[in-house]
């Protein structure tokens, strides 16, 4: 990583660019974020017609996370959402979002951003978590319904992340919908399981 030594203004103008992409690239790397968010900085305001400006945006997004800046990481991702979205990195906004409108409590803004990224990326690898976290979103919004739906999809797509707190929250879902059938079956297929689901006494005594 010499190159993070190097002075810009020494090197042939055709290479400045890669050079300071690559600085803020090995500082998201080395996770020294404040040094990242300075480098993507530099390369956004001298090169905004480069055509890795989705990705250095995405990039000095994940800094911005990770140094607790939910605003301004939000703000990234809204500008790789809105100016390039057919960029690859595109993807990771919508994902990225969500996550941090979760953080944020943001329920509603979180399960649309979910939504949205399954719509247009619907092979993509992070559609367990999406459907989780919308499962998740919907029940917090008392939309119970729609949160035993997606719920079962996450935990159907893979279950050994998500089967207990999924299979949990599909029993307080059913519970609150009064579908007794639904619950029962849900607790009655749990003993054998590896789970660490543990159904609230109420339903038991609903359930009875």
């Known amino acids: 990583q010499d ?14 660019a890669s050079v300071v992409y690559k600085r803020g690239w090995a500082h998201n790397e080395g996770r020294n974020h404040p040094q990242a968010i300075k480098a993507f900085g ?27 800046n939910f605003e301004l990481a939000l703000s990234d991702l809204k500008k790789i959402i809105e100016s390039h979205p057919d960029s690859e990195a595109s993807e990771l906004a919508y994902q990225q979002s969500a996550l941090i409108q979760g953080q944020l409590g943001k329920y509603r803004e979180m399960v649309n951003n979910y939504t949205i990224l399954l719509e247009k990326f619907p092979e993509s690898k992070a559609a367990p978590e999406a459907n989780f976290w919308i499962g998740w979103g919907k029940f917090e919004l008392k939309e119970f319904a729609d949160a035993s739906l997606a719920l079962r999809k996450a935990r159907a797509m893979d279950s050994k992340p998500y089967f207990t707190r999924a299979t949990l929250r599909i029993i307080l879902a059913e519970y609150s919908l009064q579908n007794l059938e639904k619950v029962r079956k849900e607790v009655e297929d749990l003993p054998g399981k590896d789970h660490q689901v543990k159904v609230p006494p109420q339903v038991y005594l609903w359930l009875g």
């Open 3 to 16: 190159f993070l030594l190097v002075r810009i203004d020494n090197i042939p103008e055709n290479m400045r």
């Open 42 to 68: 530099d390369f956004l305001k001298a090169y905004p017609e480069d055509k890795r400006i989705s990705n250095a945006l995405a990039k000095r997004a994940l800094s911005h996370r990770a140094s607790e």
